[in-house]
């Protein structure tokens, strides 16, 4: 009984004293010198989002981004994106906009309990203290995305023994430790992007054998891959060496890295024959390099979701397997040397299947209908080749959001059905053998901003319905633009590093769309700006007819091109309405009249070509027009007068065409010589009837004359 009120005793007196330690905990909160430090670093920041406004108070583990041990009440993690309000994973999607600005100086040093640091996607400045080798007990620290300078040592880094992700990208850092470092850590995340760790490619890296994620891209590496590095690490998830000058082969085969899902290794210098894949690759890029040889028949992995090849030297005929990759996003293959027929495989393609880009190579034949049964295709570039034949009318059941065909060796008339693609937006059939009439459908494509139809056969009118491209009379952003612009996919980690799952954006420019758009009388590329251009381009055919009035509504178009064609008529006065036109050429036509003052009101236009048509009177001045002195752009029309060209005009009157001139004088030769020719006839007949009337014997001859005919004739019948 004594035993038992003893431990009951016991049990009271340790309860007693968890509860005054609760209370205390409760009434003093975090520890002073980390809660001082906290408040040093919010007095010292600019915080245009106010996302440290909970920072007040004794008790700092209540703040926003900031977590404590529960039992020992000290700091543990400092999560800046927390405090915005932001998710608590480690993904990157929208964390730009925390804005916090300030330095890390003065008051870092003394959060030696931190084990988790995140400070991403800020504009922190400054160098980074090396008081910041006393966090001995840091996990995660991710510095990446702020506006850091100066270096970063060995003695920065020299305590970190259970440091397992290390982000430093981003920023202007620089990474300088000896060839012979031994890093304290095994880290399984390395992040050093822009981090100047070249040109040598890194040897300390050797011993980091639990790696799975490592980012070393544009670090100014112009060295080869050492043989070791492929062998790193078995568990090796994602592989980033782009933008560095890093060249050599790779080795015939890369299928032992088993848990290889992303490799990039575009924008570098390397050379020789395609690799054999690691089954399990999603996201591969060995763009803007060198390799050359053919395509293998197993070199399309059936869980790859982006391939990237453009611009390099792959000679060959794309195989069938290409198809066989069911979660694929994106192929681009452009810019390389493939030749033959598309293969028509395409029924049994990824549904995923949004872009396909195999522009600029050596590929022939005629487009196969399968084609048509990739059912979420929206961007499709096959310029530059020599595929001939007709549009496969299939294509019509694709949403369609980028057409480009031009440059190659299409042939018979545009098809109507193009005009069912609603969400079309850029349509180029340039360079083509494309004839008949501009079918009137396409004015049905509202959404369209870039439509290149010129050097074709085209005849016949251009349609009044192009009026109706209502994003071309519109300057609202363009409704496809969020799609080109990125695309974000987050490669989650099977491991988390202190309770946190770890995710690597990776981000694919859709303005990699890029275009050649023919205005201010050269070819200007257009890329990440592309969503905003509009353009109208029929030069090159043989169009006939009046300029249509429609076109004049499209007030925010940029560039208008109808050169070397067969138009008349006059310049509408409409075209004051176009008050985006930066270019416009209308040259090498049968234009006629003046050109109306209302071109005046282009302010923006800075490259105009009206030479050689039939053009008359006076040049107008005035505002932007008088800035364009070149006078080869009136050329060819000699009836125009007044500068910039050496014809002066008479007086103040405009000058005209022969032609015209008679127009001008309401027809004032021509009523002369019907006059004339009217009195003369007057006078003529009664020239003759007036001596019948008055002499007698005259008329009796003359009617007995008649009569003596008029028997004779008679007589013989």
Request: proline share 5%; charged share 15%; aromatic share 10%.
């Amino acid at each position: 009984m004594r035993a038992r009120a003893t431990s009951m005793q016991l049990f009271i007196l340790l309860l007693v004293v968890w509860l005054l330690k609760n209370q205390i905990l409760e009434s003093y909160g975090c520890l002073s010198v980390e809660r001082e430090a906290l408040l040093a670093f919010k007095s010292g920041v600019v915080d245009p989002r106010n996302c440290l406004s909970s920072w007040e108070g004794s008790d700092c583990c209540r703040w926003k981004g900031v977590r404590c041990n529960n039992k020992t009440s000290k700091v543990e993690k400092l999560i800046l994106r927390l405090a915005c309000g932001t998710s608590s994973g480690t993904s990157y999607e929208g964390l730009l906009n925390t804005s916090i600005k300030g330095n890390l100086s003065g008051w870092l040093e003394h959060m030696t309990s931190l084990t988790y640091l995140d400070v991403s996607n800020n504009f922190l400045n400054g160098p980074i203290p090396v008081g910041i080798n006393n966090l001995s007990n840091l996990i995660f620290l991710d510095l990446y995305g702020n506006s850091f300078a100066g270096v970063i040592s060995e003695t920065h880094l020299m305590n970190f023994t259970r440091l397992k992700s290390l982000w430093m990208g981003g920023s202007s850092l620089e990474l300088k430790v000896d060839d012979n470092w031994v890093p304290p850590f095994q880290v399984q995340e390395l992040v050093l992007s822009s981090c100047r760790l070249g040109p040598r490619f890194p040897r300390w890296l050797q011993l980091q054998q639990e790696i799975e994620l490592l980012d070393l891209s544009d670090n100014g590496i112009a060295d080869t891959i050492p043989y070791w590095f492929w062998n790193i690490s078995s568990s090796i998830m994602i592989i980033d060496l782009s933008n560095n000058q890093i060249n050599g082969m790779l080795p015939s085969s890369l299928e032992n890295m088993t848990s290889l899902e992303v490799l990039n290794l575009g924008s570098n210098h390397l050379h020789g024959f395609l690799p054999f894949l690691p089954d399990f690759l999603v996201w591969l890029d060995f763009s803007n390099n060198m390799f050359f040889g053919s395509l293998p028949w197993s070199f399309f992995k059936p869980n790859l979701f982006t391939v990237l090849l453009s611009n390099n030297s792959i000679s060959d005929c794309i195989p069938s397997s290409i198809c066989n990759m069911q979660s694929l996003f994106e192929l681009d293959m452009s810019s390389n040397k493939l030749f033959g027929e598309l293969p028509n495989c395409w029924y049994g393609a990824s549904k995923y299947l949004n872009v396909i880009d195999l522009s600029n190579n050596k590929l022939s034949g005629q487009l196969p209908d399968s084609l048509g049964s990739v059912r979420n295709l929206e961007f499709l570039h096959l310029n530059n080749n020599t595929i001939n034949g007709e549009l496969p009318s299939s294509l019509q059941y694709c949403p369609l959001v980028l057409l480009d065909l031009g440059q190659n060796k299409l042939s018979g008339e545009i098809p109507t059905w193009l005009g069912k693609l609603t969400e079309l937006t850029i349509l180029r059939l340039m360079s083509n053998m494309f004839a008949g009439n501009i079918p009137a459908e396409l004015g049905q494509l509202e959404n369209l901003q870039i439509l290149d139809l010129s050097w074709n056969n085209l005849s016949g009118n251009i349609p009044q319905s192009f009026g109706n491209f209502h994003a071309m009379a519109s300057t609202k952003l363009s409704t496809y633009k969020p799609n080109i612009d990125l695309v974000y996919i987050n490669f989650v980690l099977e491991q988390t590093i202190d309770g946190n799952t770890l995710e690597y954006p990776l981000y694919q420019n859709y303005s990699s769309e890029k275009l050649y758009i023919e205005t201010k009388g050269s070819d200007l590329q257009y890329s990440k700006n592309l969503y905003l251009e509009r353009s109208m381009d029929l030069s090159g055919n043989n169009l006939c007819g009046v300029i249509p009035e429609e076109l004049f509504d499209l007030s925010a178009l940029h560039n208008l091109n109808l050169a070397r064609n067969h138009l008349k008529g006059r310049i509408p006065d409409k075209i004051g309405n176009l008050r985006s036109l930066e270019s416009l050429d209308l040259s090498m036509n049968e234009l006629n009249g003046t050109i109306p003052q209302s071109i005046t009101a282009l302010t923006s236009l800075g490259s105009l070509n009206l030479s050689n048509n039939n053009l008359s009177g006076r040049i107008p001045s005035g505002d932007q027009i008088q800035t364009l002195l070149d006078p080869t752009i009136y050329a060819g029309n000699p009836y125009l007068c007044g500068p910039p060209i050496s014809n002066n005009c008479s007086e103040n009157e405009p000058t005209y065409t022969p032609d015209e001139k008679k127009q001008h004088n309401g027809g004032l030769e021509n009523i002369e010589i019907y006059l004339a020719m009217g009195l003369g006839f007057i006078v003529g007949l009664w020239g003759v009837y007036g001596v019948l009337l008055f002499k007698s014997n005259w008329r009796n001859s003359y009617f007995y004359m008649i009569d003596k005919m008029y028997h004779r004739l008679f007589s013989c019948n």
